[in-house]
């Protein structure tokens, strides 16, 4: 009687974890006047400037928030009512130049000048922190679309690794077990995963089910698309019986072993 341990090994890849990655896509229609992130793979920082753009809607929404500060500003000793027109005029102006993306500071710089800038920086306020340019499509001079990508920007700090898992192991393979990963580009490395998930599907021509391990990148050694062999150590529940594997006979149509029931007796046993 012992217990059992058995090790479910797969190959994988590396992949980009899909939560830590965003797209760069501004909210209204403009002209990118010049780029300050350049290249594929560039790193990016949370709030770093990333193109100066211009925007007609963005002058507009400007000279409308100018206009509005001013109002406030010459209406002070009018009558409650006229004040507070205008005062939501103004709060209305600030709150789509906010919902533009336009950053706190800039709205802060454009209430005490009063003036219209003809272009503004964009930042990149909602990406992870220490993000890499993933995909670039942003050009100088091109004009763009609402809503239309121009940079993709992910965290590489802790990645996926997308493990292909025989069917006839998947049964073991459980969520929130450790496991052991080795990448083909380090081979004297060995790194620590954790299983996340299961897919639902399995792939009918290799008859593998994709498994989901996430691991801590903080070197940036891991890089997507690497190959990469895991190693899952499955615990069987209690203690079974066991025998050598060298003591079992197959007939072709049986499996038996032969038990000692005394000095020279033996019974052969399922």
Do not use: C
């Amino acid at each position: 009687m012992r217990v059992l341990d058995k090790t479910v090994r797969a190959v994988g890849r590396v992949e980009v974890d899909e939560q830590h990655i965003h797209n760069i896509a501004p909210k209204f229609e403009g002209w990118i006047e010049k780029l300050h992130v350049k290249t594929t793979g560039e790193p990016v920082k949370k709030g770093q400037a990333l193109f100066d753009v211009y925007s007609p809607e963005l002058v507009s929404a400007q000279r409308e928030y100018a206009i509005a500060v001013q109002g406030v500003a010459a209406l002070k000793d009018a009558d409650s009512d006229t004040r507070l027109s205008m005062q939501q005029l103004a709060e209305a102006s600030l709150q789509r130049l906010k919902n533009w993306d336009i950053s706190e500071q800039q709205v802060k710089d454009l209430a005490k000048s009063e003036t219209t800038r003809r272009s503004l920086t964009f930042h990149a306020f909602h990406t992870p922190v220490n993000g890499i340019v993933l995909e670039k499509k942003a050009l100088e001079g091109m004009r763009f679309m609402p809503g239309e990508m121009l940079y993709q920007i992910a965290d590489l700090s802790s990645v996926w690794v997308i493990a292909d898992v025989f069917e006839q192991d998947i049964a073991l393979v459980k969520t929130g077990a450790k496991a052991r990963v080795k990448i083909t580009a380090y081979p004297d490395k060995q790194f620590n995963a954790v299983i996340t998930y299961v897919y639902p599907t399995l792939n009918p021509a290799t008859r593998t089910v994709p498994v989901r391990l996430e691991m801590a990148n903080p070197q940036g050694l891991l890089k997507p698309a690497m190959f990469a062999q895991v190693e899952m150590s499955v615990v069987s529940k209690g203690k079974v019986l066991t025998v050598p594997a060298s003591a079992v006979i197959d007939s072709g149509t049986r499996q038996i072993v032969l038990v000692q029931l005394a000095e020279g007796r033996f019974e052969p046993r399922e």
